[in-house]
């Protein structure tokens, strides 16, 4: 079998854990399977965590793309059902847990552990924690996660943790191993729905109700920029700490009364020069004219470590006086009008700005928020500056204004 990119491991090792998300039939279970296969060498305890038990036996383990399967002739494992566990002729061991049962995870010890459709789990936060305080054999233990993704806090909280490793696939990624007749049916189906967009392109999707994006509004945006732009800015929505929430960048360009979102560069854990380096070199990539920069995180401080890093760019500090929202929602009446298109590859930016209005937090104290809710949108909120800066302050038409 010829792996995708999206079924490889990150190509770095200092991962603790991996969370691969894709659609139905991307190859996220064989991902898994070889990963942990690989692994079951001598002395290794292993950890295999399904929303049931009889999920863990019927996929993980004795499925088509399970372990057992996609063993070498040599180490073919066996599942002892009474156990509850898998032994291969290495000596490694894999263990079978329910997330149905927290509890089960307390006291034992792995090296390295899979866990399979985390957004099925019942107790999903509680689950993950007790698996991870039982990874704590051998010098790097680490931990897969695979599922086709759902609008769920402990997703949302798992992706926002810094030192995540992150792949996705969408169901036609894998269209090599999967019957024709499977995908053309389904596009045919639901093409362009929210359900399409969970199940088959593996994007996390809010419910419907107060949701100011929806997955079918970006297919038709989507397409390759101008070679020649009116305007270009580079939107920063900072971050205090290395620690904290990542720091947005987007870059945005206008052509008459179009705005093209061209990239977004959002980084994670880097120190707040760090990330003001790479908004300058940003910056000079994309030959922009303007840097838009919130400054409600630092003041001040934004347009100095902006300065220290060399931006090539003029620096205009905005301050957020309203919910994230109510920014929002004259940017999402821009996308309702036709007035803005997406360049390729911006998923992420575009599963953000579906959350951004499904559950506004905003005027929430902190210590009444969940851990999910204070995970900031930043790419979404840089985005909402970048085409505010565009077309709703100096862009060709009518501004808007706020009563």
Known sequence: MLAHKAQLPPETDDWRTWLFLGGRGAGKTRAGAQWLGARAVAGQRLALVGPTLHDVREVMVEGPSGLIAIADPDNRPTYEVSRRRLRYPSGAVAFAFSAEDPDSLRGPQ???????????????????????????????????????????????????????????????????????????????????????????????????????????????????????????????????????????????????????????????????????????????????????????????????????????????LVRASVSKRLRAEPVAALYEQGRVRHAPGLGALEEELMALGAADTDGVPARDRSAAETSSPDRADALVWALTELLLEHGPGPRVGRL
């Open 110 to 316: 792995f090296h390295h552990a899979w866990a399979d459709e985390f957004c099925a789990w019942p107790q999903a936060g509680t689950v993950l924690a007790q698996l991870r305080l039982g990874l704590r054999l051998g010098t790097h233990p680490q931990l897969v996660i695979t599922s086709t993704p759902k609008p769920a806090r402990a997703l949302r909280l798992l992706m926002a943790e810094p030192d995540l490793a992150l792949s996705r696939a969408p169901t036609r990624e894998n269209a090599r191993n999967l019957s024709p007749a499977f995908l053309n049916g389904l596009q045919r189906l639901y093409g362009g729905t929210r359900l399409a967009a969970q199940e088959l392109d593996g994007i996390v999707v809010e419910a419907d109700g107060q949701a100011l994006w929806r997955a079918s509004d970006f297919p038709p945006l989507r397409c390759a920029p101008p070679d020649r732009l009116d305007r270009t800015v580079l939107a920063v929505d900072p971050t205090a700490s290395a620690g904290g929430d990542a720091c947005g960048l987007v870059v945005a360009g206008r052509v008459g009364d179009l705005a093209h979102v061209l990239a977004d560069r959002t980084v994670r854990g880097l120190s707040p020069l760090g990330w003001a380096r790479r908004a300058a070199e940003t910056a000079e990539a994309f030959h922009v004219d303007l840097v838009v920069a919130e400054a409600n995180q630092g003041g001040e401080m934004v347009s100095t470590l902006l300065r220290l890093a060399d931006c090539p760019a003029p620096v205009k």
